[in-house]
T-cell receptor, first 110, second 117 residues
Framework: GEDVEQSLFLSVREGDSSVINCTYT??????LYWYKQEPGAGLQLLTY?????DMKQDQRLTVLLNKKDKHLSLRIADTQTGDSAIYFC??????????FGGGTRLMVKP | EPEVTQTPSHQVTQMGQEVILRCVPI?????FYWYRQILGQKVEFLVS????????KSEIFDDQFSVERPDGSNFTLKIRSTKLEDSAMYFC???????????????FGPGTRLLVL
């Protein structure tokens, strides 16, 4: 079946850029998403990208999609302590169920 | 901003008991989902629901599980006879219908943490 993989952990200093990476196996993925989960909270949609796009920018967030390598990344510019959370990559195809990665825990040091 | 709500936030139950998890999707959404996240594991899809019927379900969603939209606002997940391994965070999600060929994104509730003892 489809699989989505992420690195477990990323630590950055406040003010630096964070780059969270994700790889997926489903070549028929049509949408790719980034969700944020803060401690004890639900899944907050951050941004998404349609599979015919290479890049999407939304304020401090930049999503890059390399369809050939099935690689998705989320760049957070000027990372703040409030950005500390778990970030989940997810993909969907025409079947519309989401397949999630295991999440990357981002720790931002002051 | 409209949001998906879920009740209860936490539920503790004895093995073998029935539980019902409740969700109120965003009001103009027509597609509804349940996912679960066992502690330390990935978020897993359970079931999707549209037009008063299940449209897709995973292997996890066996005969012990059922979903219902009993009225115009609630969407429920019932586990008939809970097992220890059902302990997880259960997330409800909803989305609008597709528009112009583009699938709308899923919005998630805060989750119900279920503990089966």
């Amino acid at each position: 079946g489809e699989d989505v993989e992420q690195s477990l952990f990323l630590s950055v200093r406040e003010g630096d850029s964070s780059v969270i990476n994700c790889t997926y196996t489903d070549s028929s993925s049509t949408y790719l998403y980034w969700y944020k989960q803060e401690p004890g909270a639900g899944l907050q949609l951050l941004t998404y990208i349609f599979s015919n796009m290479d890049m999407k920018q939304d304020q401090r967030l930049t999503v890059l999609l390399n369809k050939k390598d099935k690689h998705l990344s989320l760049r957070i510019a000027d990372t703040q302590t409030g950005d500390s959370a778990i970030y989940f990559c997810a993909e969907s195809n025409a079947g519309n169920m989401l397949t999630f990665g295991g999440g990357t825990r981002l720790m931002v040091k002051p | 901003e409209p949001e998906v709500t879920q009740t209860p936030s936490h539920q503790v139950t004895q093995m073998g008991q029935e539980v019902i998890l409740r969700c109120v999707p965003i009001s103009n959404h027509l597609y509804f989902y349940w996912y679960r996240q066992i502690l330390g594991q990935k978020v897993e899809f359970l079931v999707s629901f549209y037009n008063n019927e299940i449209s897709e379900k995973s292997e996890i969603f066996d005969d012990q599980f059922s979903v219902e939209r009993p009225d115009g606002s609630n969407f429920t997940l019932k586990i008939r006879s809970t097992k220890l391994e059902d302990s997880a965070m259960y997330f409800c999600a909803s989305r609008e219908p597709m528009r112009g060929g583009y699938q709308e994104t899923q919005y998630f509730g805060p989750g119900t943490r279920l503990l089966v003892l």
